[in-house]
């Protein structure tokens, strides 16, 4: 993907990153971006005895699903790249970034403060290490567009688009 023009999403499984996701589409679609979808994965405490390779699995059917949630299965506009990466989401999403006229979306989590204080935050560390613009989407746009969609009685925007099986 050397001089191609990426969006760079991220997907952990939660409403925003359904949001970030929802956003990226249309975005890589109107710059003729590659979509980069990229979940990160780490083994847990209690994955001892679960082979790396079922977690990787595991990661990967995040993206699918996520798809599958938003648009009934991948679209066929943008060309959509998926990356499962091992390791933090933060520098997984970093790593994607190929020039500095890619963009990044990610989804805000709504975390507490201390949470954030502990953990830190992926939308935080992207904006201060990637190398391009990063834009952060809050999960209640999503939630917005899909409630004026309801009241005007126009298809909801989620299932709009054209998608291959």
Avoid: K
Wanted: net charge positive.
């Amino acid at each position: 993907m050397t001089g191609t023009t990426r969006v760079i999403v991220g997907l952990n499984g939660s409403l925003g990153s359904l949001a970030a996701l929802y956003r990226a589409v249309p975005e890589a679609a109107a710059r003729s971006a590659v979509l980069v979808p990229v979940t990160a994965w780490q083994p847990s405490d209690g994955d001892d005895l679960r082979p790396l390779s079922e977690l990787a699995y595991a990661a990967r059917e995040r993206v699918d699903t996520a798809f599958e949630q938003a648009f009934g299965g991948y679209p066929t506009n943008p060309v959509v790249h998926p990356m499962v990466v091992r390791g933090d989401a933060g520098p997984a999403l970093v790593s994607a970034v190929g020039s500095q006229g890619d963009l990044i979306v990610v989804g805000s989590a709504g975390h507490g403060r201390l949470r954030r204080a502990l953990h830190g935050s992926t939308a935080h560390y992207c904006r201060t290490h990637a190398a391009c613009r990063v834009v952060t989407v809050s999960p209640s746009e999503l939630l917005r567009s899909l409630e004026l969609a309801a009241l005007s009685g126009t298809p909801l925007p989620l299932a709009a688009g054209a998608h291959a099986r």
